[in-house]
C-alpha cells in the first residue's frame, strides 16, 4: 500500500512537469505581452489541479488497463488466426472509435457553420446538420478502412513507406482537382481523427500483432496504424467535397 | 459542491464517448473470441482509471486553459492589440504580427508535452525498443515540431498563402528524410503526425486560426480558417525524424572517432616497431 502511493506521488509530479510549459506560456503572454491581470485566478488554480490529477489517473489507468486489453486481444485474434474477423474487428475499431469522437463532432460542427455562411450549402438548420454527419461519416468509414489497411500491413508485412507515400501522391492529385474551400477541412480532419482513447488502443494492437506473428519486428511492423488514420480521411473528405458540389 | 456536479456531468459525457469503444471490445471478446479477459479485474479497474483521469482532465481544461487560451488567441489576433490603436490604412504586413507566431509556437510546444495520447505513444516506443528511444526526447522533438508547424499555418494565414502549397513540401521532405533515416523510427515517425493534435491543441489550435481568420482583412474563415491542424501534423514527422538522424549521425561520427584513434594507435606502435628495427 506504501509502495502503490509513492507510485502514485512519482506520477503526480511528473504531470506536474507535463504541465509546466503551458503554466509558463500562458502566464507569460498574459502579464509580459498583453499585460492584462489573471481573470478568476481561483478558478483556474482550481482547474489545473484537476488536469494534473486527471492527466495521473489517465497514465495510470493506461498501464493497467488499455494497454493489456490491446495487445490481450491482438494475441487472441493472432491466434486463432482468422483474418476475417481480425479485419472486422480493425474496421469496427476505426468507425466506432471516431463516428462518437468529441473534436470531430466540434469540428465538423464549425466547417457546417463556415460553409453555409461562405454559401456553399443553403444557410438552414437541415442542411447544416446534414453536411456535418455527411462529414462525420465520411471521416468515421475513413479512418475505419485505414485501420483495415495498417493491419493488412502488419500481417503481410509490407513496408509502410511505400503506402503512405503512395497515400501523399493521392492527396496530392486529389488537392488538385478538389473544389478550394473543402481542401482546409479534409486536411485538418486527418489529425482530429484520433482521439485519446483510440490512440492507446491502436497501438497496443499493432505492437501486440507485431509481436505475435512470427517474422515482424514490433518496432518497425507494429507502428503506422495512426498514420494510415490520418491519411485516407484527407482523400475521403476531399470526394465528399467533390460529391456535393 | 458546483463543480461535483460539473465533474459528474463530465464524467458521463466520457462515458458515452467511450461506450462504442467498450461495446466493440465486449463484443468481439465475448462473440468472437470466447475467452474471459485475461486480469479482468486490472483492466476494469484501469478502465475506470483512466475515464476518471480523463473526466477530470477535460474539466480543468475547460475551467482554466481553454477559456484563457481562447481569450488570448483573440487579443493578441485583434487590431487594436497588433496596431496599437493607431488607423490603420496602409496593408497589413506579416511583420506585425510577430508576437501571434511566438504565442503559436510556444502554445503549440506546450500543449504537445501535456497531450496524453502522444505520452502513450512514445512510452510504448520506449518499451518496444528497450529504451533506445528515450520517451521524452521523443516528446520534446515532437513539440518542437508542432510548435514550428503551427507558427509557419500562422505566417501562412496572415499572408495569405494557399495551403497545399505548404503541405506539399512538406510531404516532399517527407519523402526524401524517409530514405534517409534510420529504418526503425519511420513507422514511429509516421505515426507521431497523428498523435499530436487531439484533447488539449486542436480547440486552442482551432481558435488561433479561426480568431486570426476572421480579424484579418481580406481573409475568409472558409479557406484560411482551416488548415493548422495539418501543419501541426505533419511537421511532427519531420521532426521525429530528423532527431533519428541526429542521434544517428552522432553515435557515427562517435564511433568514427573511436576507429581513428584505434588506427592512429596502430600506426604509432608500428612507427615505433619501424624505428627499432634497423
Known amino acids: ?245 | 459542491m458546483d463543480l461535483f456536479f460539473e465533474f459528474l456531468t463530465t464524467l458521463k459525457n466520457t462515458v458515452v464517448d467511450v461506450l462504442p469503444i467498450l461495446s466493440i471490445i465486449l463484443g468481439f471478446q465475448l462473440l468472437v473470441i470466447r475467452k474471459p479477459i485475461p486480469h479482468v479485474k486490472q483492466v476494469g479497474f484501469g478502465f475506470i482509471y483512466v475515464l476518471i483521469g480523463l473526466a477530470l482532465f477535460l474539466l480543468g481544461l475547460e475551467k482554466a486553459l481553454f477559456p484563457l487560451g481562447k481569450l488570448m488567441a483573440e487579443q493578441l489576433t485583434s487590431p487594436g492589440f497588433i496596431h496599437a490603436g493607431e488607423e490603420v490604412l496602409t496593408a497589413i504586413h506579416w511583420t506585425d504580427y510577430t508576437w501571434v507566431y511566438i504565442f503559436a509556437a510556444a502554445i503549440g510546444f506546450s500543449t504537445t508535452i501535456a497531450e496524453p495520447s502522444l505520452i502513450a505513444v512514445a512510452l510504448k516506443a520506449e518499451d518496444v525498443s528497450g529504451g533506445a528511444i528515450n520517451s521524452n526526447s521523443l516528446r520534446i522533438s515532437v513539440a518542437i515540431g508542432v510548435a514550428i508547424g503551427i507558427a509557419l499555418g500562422s505566417y501562412r494565414i496572415v499572408v495569405g498563402h494557399p495551403i497545399h502549397y505548404y503541405i506539399i513540401t512538406g510531404y516532399v521532405v517527407v519523402v526524401i528524410q524517409t530514405f534517409f533515416c534510420p529504418k526503425l523510427i519511420v513507422p514511429l515517425a509516421y505515426d507521431s503526425g497523428g498523435v499530436t493534435t487531439s484533447t488539449v491543441t486542436v480547440p486552442l489550435v482551432a481558435a488561433l486560426g479561426l480568431g486570426l481568420a476572421s480579424t484579418i482583412p481580406g481573409r475568409s474563415p472558409l479557406i484560411d480558417g482551416f488548415g493548422l491542424i495539418a501543419f501541426a501534423s505533419l511537421f511532427p514527422i519531420i521532426a521525429v525524424m530528423a532527431y533519428a538522424q541526429l542521434t544517428e549521425a552522432k553515435a557515427h561520427r562517435a564511433d568514427k572517432k573511436l576507429e581513428k584513434r584505434k588506427i592512429d594507435k596502430i600506426n604509432k606502435r608500428n612507427l615505433n616497431k619501424n624505428d627499432k628495427t634497423p
Open chain 1, 1 to 245: 500500500m506504501h509502495n502503490q502511493f509513492f507510485v502514485f506521488l512519482k506520477a503526480l509530479l511528473g504531470s506536474c512537469k507535463d504541465l509546466l510549459p503551458i503554466i509558463l506560456v500562458i502566464a507569460f503572454f498574459q502579464f509580459a505581452v498583453l499585460q492584462q491581470p489573471m481573470p478568476n485566478i481561483g478558478d483556474i488554480l482550481i482547474g489545473l489541479a484537476l488536469v494534473v490529477l486527471g492527466l495521473t489517473f489517465f497514465i495510470y489507468g493506461l498501464e493497467m488497463g488499455l494497454f493489456p486489453i490491446g495487445e490481450s486481444m491482438a494475441q487472441a485474434f493472432a491466434k486463432k488466426g482468422s483474418i476475417s474477423w481480425l479485419l472486422t474487428f480493425s474496421f469496427c475499431l476505426g468507425f466506432g472509435t471516431t463516428v462518437a469522437e468529441p473534436s470531430l463532432i466540434a469540428v465538423a460542427k464549425e466547417a457546417a457553420i463556415v460553409a453555409a455562411s461562405g454559401g456553399i450549402i443553403s444557410d438552414t438548420i437541415e442542411s447544416q446538420l446534414s453536411y456535418a454527419n455527411g462529414l462525420r461519416f465520411t471521416v468515421a468509414f475513413a479512418v475505419g478502412f485505414a485501420i483495415v489497411v495498417g493491419v493488412l500491413r502488419i500481417l503481410r508485412g509490407w513496408p509502410i513507406q511505400y503506402l503512405i507515400l503512395g497515400g501523399y501522391v493521392v492527396v496530392v492529385l486529389m488537392t488538385m482537382i478538389a473544389p478550394s474551400w473543402i481542401i482546409g477541412i479534409a486536411y485538418d480532419s486527418g489529425g482530429v481523427t484520433t482521439s485519446t482513447i483510440t490512440v492507446p488502443l491502436v497501438t497496443a494492437l499493432g505492437v501486440g500483432l507485431a509481436s505475435a506473428i512470427k517474422g515482424r519486428n514490433p518496432m518497425i511492423d507494429g507502428f503506422g496504424l495512426i498514420a494510415f488514420a490520418s491519411l485516407t480521411p484527407m482523400v475521403f473528405v476531399m470526394i465528399y467535397g467533390m460529391v456535393i458540389s
